[in-house]
């Protein structure tokens, strides 16, 4: 069986600010892990996600995360925040590389302040 | 190219009334899933399409959900009857290769269903 645990239903922070969305998984078998994120009125969009390959994954829009096995954590992280950055971001785990069910998180809510 | 739609994009209706929601997924696209999102809670898994065969259904409340893919193009997925707790948000996705050779899930933009 597998899960994710993102801690924080809502993460604040400034424009040009760090950003750090946590997530935690559990898994039974090598994970695959994603990160999507929501803008209003849109469908998910994938960011990132771990193959197995490098530990450290860049996406899309400046985001990166880092497969840590250790932590069993995906944490994503973006250097300097946008206000266009604002919108619920998904951590995600499957047993393959997304051909099978994700077993999503809660989501959380990144609010960016001018 | 077109991505994944869905129809209706809100819905309302009364408990013990039938929905009928449809999802168009992304032409060429032999896989279908749907996932579900009850307010406050995580995204879940309903069912896997391939083609009009149902894959893996294992995420299907009840009997009450009815999902099917007529000629393994769109898929529709009915609630009758509907309860409250059939309430939230439902997400269609497509799934296939993407430039490298891997493969993805493209999801659509939901339909919110609320049931009163």
């Known amino acids: 069986a597998q899960s994710v645990t993102q801690l924080g239903s809502h993460v604040s922070v400034s424009e040009g600010a760090l950003v750090l969305l946590r997530c935690n998984y559990s898994?039974?078998?090598?994970?695959?892990l994603f990160w999507y994120v929501q803008y209003p009125n849109q469908g998910l969009q994938l960011l990132l996600k771990?193959?197995?390959?490098?530990?450290l994954v860049k996406g899309i829009n400046g985001f990166e995360a880092e497969f840590k096995k250790s932590e069993t954590s995906f944490h994503l992280t973006k250097p300097s925040a946008h206000m266009s950055d604002a919108a619920e971001y998904f951590c995600a785990v499957s047993v393959n590389s997304g051909y099978s069910t994700l077993t999503f998180g809660k989501g959380t809510m990144l609010l960016v302040s001018p | 190219e077109a991505g994944v739609t869905q129809f209706p994009s809100h819905s309302v209706i009364e408990k013990g009334q039938t929905v009928t929601l449809r999802c168009d997924p992304i032409s060429g696209h032999d896989n279908l899933y749907w996932y579900r999102r009850v307010m406050g809670k995580e995204i879940k898994f309903l069912l896997h399409?391939?083609?009009?065969?149902?894959?893996?259904e294992s995420g299907m409340p009840n009997n009450r959900f009815l999902a099917e893919r007529t000629g393994g193009t769109y898929s529709t997925l009915k609630v009758q009857p509907a309860e409250l707790e059939d309430s939230g948000v439902y997400f269609c996705a497509s799934g296939g290769l993407v430039a490298g050779g891997t493969y993805e899930q493209y999801f659509g933009p939901g339909t919110r269903l609320t049931v009163t």
């Open positions: 771990y193959t197995s390959a490098a530990t």
């Open positions: 399409f391939v083609k009009e065969s149902k894959q893996d």
């Open positions: 898994s039974s078998v090598p994970p695959y």
